[in-house]
């Protein structure tokens, strides 16, 4: 079992950037696979950007690739999404997810969210 806490949500200009932090804790993040999603205000839950369970691959939607990365500080259990030249479409609660295996299809931890505002 894990928790997940976001932090480092704001109000941004367009243009701006942030990065957004997942805390883990009871087990250490590193032995679980990584990854951030978003909603929107009216939509659903997207996928933006996974890490594997070993840290060392990476899956990123088309939408933000080359703007964001994801990481991990074992040391520091934590897990961090770097977001540059942010949109106004970039406006979504960001949540911070993780599972037991790179195989499992779906995320079965998730941490509460926090949001990001990018003003136009």
């Known amino acids: 079992q894990v928790q997940l806490v976001e932090s480092g949500g704001g109000l941004v200009p367009a243009g701006g950037s942030l990065r957004l932090s997942c805390s883990a804790s009871?087990?250490?993040?590193?032995?679980?696979?990584m990854a951030w999603f978003r909603q929107a205000p009216g939509n659903e839950r997207e996928f933006v950007v996974a890490l594997t369970w070993s840290g060392t691959g990476t899956v990123t939607s088309d939408s933000v690739k080359g703007r964001i990365t994801i990481s991990r500080d074992n040391a520091k259990n934590t897990v961090y999404l770097q977001m540059n030249r942010l949109k106004p479409e970039d406006t979504a609660v960001y949540y911070c997810a993780a599972k037991d295996t790179d195989y499992e299809a779906n995320y079965k931890y998730w941490g509460q969210g926090t949001q990001v505002t990018v003003s136009s």
């Open positions: 009871g087990r250490t993040a590193r032995q679980y696979a």
